[in-house]
């Protein structure tokens, strides 16, 4: 026993990747469990754990900042709407044809207990985008050492990108959060492949799964990360393979009820062209976009380091470096192909950020062989927060989402007893109805996808004088035109707000 130990002991020292930052490397021996006085000391001996601290209480600020002050836009009133329902009818929902699984659901249905306030809404998001910055610092740690994951940190800590999602009540954060513990557990399994990681690999993997259906693309793009890196080991040694095969395992019978649910909505999701989202080329340029930050000034730059970090972490960690290159191209390319056929968007991409990040990173260590000074960390950092600056200038005081709480304020204002409130498309009553209410201000509202619904409403109620509230969304559910047409020739346009369009009756 005492020697298996000391075998163990030197197996998982050689293991650990260079950390290149002059202090004391993690051997990997589990530490005996801090007290209050270790950790407070720690904290004030240990740089990267002050850094550490320093950009979590930061994001901190950036996403709880103002964040109920914009108003709610459809996919959150959609959220409220599923959340209000019971857990049964949550998940009776996502069987039935919902396109998202019922996770963040079921954690918002709790959070209602709170009340139903934009607060309330995006407080979990915005908790779990805060609490991915030290996650995304692990990944950088795990992959290369402490620099990285300090970088890798400081530029989730400031990406709009991260931000704006944090603080949006949708499952894209809370989805992140459990994807880059997942990429943690996978890291360190790869590197021992010791059970515990790979189960937790599969477990929160599974996790990241009940949050959104998209984050099977790298699931699996890991695993095959997994096969093609290890190959020649499996091919010498099949035994060599069953802890990986214990974390497929484990993700599939966490995840086995939504798996049997999955293949029916992907059939259904791919059945006909998509009506709204992006194709083609465009998905992949609008991704790498928006993750870098929504400019193209930053965009190029970014590109390129990533680029540079590859060929870097190729010169030292081959199989590091096909993680890269999987986890950034083929979710891109699959996104390219699928755009055809399902609805894309980049923030279903949203996992691409920690290994984005990490590639970026991975640049510091070269620059810091090359100038030989530890606070080139500290330089690194001010200039990932001073790009951020020009985003952060405008984010909280300009609206980011349709202004449905203004423009119910407007509606209410112009509208009488007996008016008709007619909403195109119906669904857009959700945004809606949270801010106005057609009980409090007499009127009768009504949906309508057509032009032939339009008529037939003017039909049944002829002498009543009608207000239609229109967004871009009504040519995805009619890309015909026909609703618009009705309204150019029977209505009269009332005013825009943002990205709601009114009308009223001729």
Known sequence: MIWMAKKKGKRAK???????????????????????????????????????IGLTLIGLILRFYNLGWNSLWLDEASTLSFARQSLLGIWESTAGGEFNPPLFYWLEHGMLAFGESEFVLRFLPALLGVLTIPVVYLVGKEFRDRNVGIIAAALLTFSPFHIFYSQEARAYAPMLFFFSLALVFYLRASRSNEVRPWILFGIFSAVAFWMHFYVAVPIAILILHALVTS??????????????????????????????????????????????????????YQTLLQVSGFSDFILVPFIILFLLGVVYTWRKDRNGALLLIFMMALPLVASLILSSRMPMVPRYLIYLLPLYFVGIASVYPALSALVQDRRMVYVAIVVVALISMPFLATYYTTPQKNDWRGFSSDLSGITGEGDLIVVLPPYMAQPLDYYYSNTTDGTIELGANTGE????????????RAFYVVTGDILAVDPTGDALDWLDTNAEFAGQHMGIYLFRSG
């Open 231 to 284: 190959a020649g080991r499996i091919q010498s040694d099949p035994g060599s393979a069953k802890n990986l095969a214990l974390a497929v395992i484990t993700f599939v019978v966490v995840s086995l009820p939504l798996l049997i649910v999955t293949a029916d909505l992907f059939l259904v999701r791919t059945s006909s062209a998509p009506t709204f989202g992006m194709q083609g080329l465009n998905v992949i």
């Open 453 to 464: 619904d339009l008529q037939a409403i003017r039909d049944g109620y002829p002498d009543r």
């Open 14 to 52: 050689r293991e650990v990747p260079a950390q290149n930052d002059g202090e004391e490397l993690d051997t990997g021996i589990p530490a005996p469990a801090p007290s209050l006085d270790g950790a407070l000391a720690s904290v004030k001996t240990n740089r990267y754990l002050q850094i550490l």
